[in-house]
């Protein structure tokens, strides 16, 4: 059975909004499934509807086998939430923020204590854990929020946009702790991203969301050999020769008088057998060079836009935030 | 209760922790006392070559009151318990600005407690700010005079009804505070509340001084309540029931009213 499972799942905002406009989704327990998508295409909205943070319009959503409109007070039990803002309070001390996280859930407290500790530990955050939350740094404060969603062991992990706004290598840090949660709790994580690397290296499935309708859904590679093609890159001694070789791919050109360059469906099955042709017709390969299409190709192809443009605009909200915050 | 107490000693301990505002707490009292006390005290213009001496008008219009810090004190009280409670609701627009508030509303805790821990955190707040505020007022020069039958159970007793005062006003902002969201509109709100409901109240001046059509609106403020019932107990002592029975009674339907609504839009408010 599904650990969720959504069926046209509707929110209109006041206003006439179609934030989310009836989406499915199944997910399967154990699973990290991404919501990708440029900003304001419904991604948090359908996470607030899922933690029974807003109510939808119309549609259901199941979680673990409980509704949650009509089972809202158990479904909160059994999830945890790391919203997009950071979410820890800075006047209390890490090991703090974790046992009141852990007294809304009616932990005793010395159950609290060592599964803080555990946590902690977990995102190298031990030894920190006595410092104001004020004294740490920005990825330290996210992977705080990070456990503190996982203080009363959730079925479900829900992480909204859980790199947003982090250096490039503080995020790729976010992703082994991320995966490393899963390793050990075999916990299902939902998590919403608009970084393409982000949902490629750590997601089973992708769902591409915009205008709060799911585009397509996949595994990344999935996804990826829908929009088709290797390209691969090929330097030969003896072109013309290779050419009558390469017969059954239709898609050749040269690049300059030595590059040339094809696209086969799956490069990781017809190079083998390439390279057999040539080594049979005593060709030498100086040079060879294979891209994989990328989300990123996959994103224009279903939405016909761009992900980066929107990275920008989201940089620019960032700053508008952090302008009003320091009002 | 769990989420309700560890809410209420997470309110206390960033407040204990944030030493400016906790020396703010400390200070403001005694500028209260001596700005107002001196800037206020209309005991001065009583002549006193009257008939029957000013201690006949002090009796009549100042509950007997030896001067007018000791009539002010109690009003003080009062006054202090408001912005104490304004302030402690107004912390809920904080926490929505953090993202606190998102990780609240997905917890299973129950919904009041997010407003309730507000409400019960500013009365500890309050009663440790009115106790200083009181010691203050008695060590100032020509200060509050304490009735000789003031005893701990006034005390106690004035510490509840300074409590009630809070609950009803932490209950109010804290609902405002849900339905508006935005910063600017709810300062509007507030600053428009508060003059009114300081002045149009007997916390400053007795209410035989003022015109007909403002003693109606004063009878039916709850700063006057609370004011005058800690007048009587500070003033006269000894617990004088029956010139307090009243006022408590109406504090006590303003809090029933108050937590009803806090019950009510908490369950359905915080919803987006």
Known sequence: MDIIHVENLVKIYKGGIRAVDSINLNIKKGEIYGFLGPNGAGKTTTVKMLTTMIKPTSGNAIINGLDVIKDQAKVRKMIGLVPQDLSVDDDLKGIENLELQASFYGIPKDDARERANELLKLVDLYEAKDRYVSTYSGGMRKRLDLITGLIHNPEILFLDEPTLGLDVQTRAKMWDYISKLRKEYGITIFLTTHYLEEADSLCDRIGIIDHGKIVVEGSPSELKAKVGFDVVDIVVDNPELFKNILNDVSDISMMDNKTIRFKVPESEVYLPKLFQKIYENRLKIQRIRVEKPSLDSVFIKYTGKEMREHESEEEIMRTMRAIRRAR | ?272
């Open chain 2, 1 to 272: 209760m769990g989420a309700r107490i560890s809410l209420t000693s997470r309110e206390l301990k960033k407040w204990i922790r944030n030493p400016v505002q906790l020396f703010i707490t400390l200070i403001q009292p005694l500028f209260w006392i001596l700005l107002f006390g001196s800037a206020f005290d209309i005991t001065k213009l009583i002549p006193s070559n009257i008939p029957g001496g000013s201690s006949l008008i002090m009796n009549s219009f100042f509950m007997g009151a030896k001067n007018y810090i000791s009539f002010l004190t109690p009003g003080m009280l009062a006054i202090m318990g408001l912005f104490s409670a304004m302030f402690s609701g107004m912390s809920i627009i904080w926490d929505r600005r953090f993202g606190y508030l998102s990780k609240l509303i997905v917890a299973p805790i129950p919904r009041d407690s997010i407003i309730l821990s507000k409400v019960f955190s500013s009365m500890v707040k309050a009663i440790v700010q009115s106790s200083i505020l009181l010691l203050i007022a008695i060590l100032v020069p020509n200060g509050l005079v304490l009735s000789s039958s003031f005893n701990i159970l006034d005390l106690l007793l004035l510490f509840l009804i300074l409590s009630m005062l809070i609950m009803g006003f932490s209950s109010l902002f804290s609902v405002i505070v849900i339905r508006v969201k935005k910063m600017e509109t709810l300062m509007a709100i507030t600053n428009l509340l508060n003059l009114p409901l300081m002045f149009a109240s007997t916390a400053m001046f007795p209410s035989a001084i003022m015109p007909s059509w403002l003693k109606n609106v004063v009878n039916y403020n709850p700063i006057s309540w609370a004011a005058n019932s800690m007048r009587v107990l500070v003033l006269q002592g000894s617990i004088q029931w029956s010139s307090i029975i009243n006022d408590l009674f109406y504090l006590f339907i303003f809090d029933v009213i108050m937590i009803i609504i806090v019950f009510i839009v908490s369950k359905y408010g915080f919803e987006e």
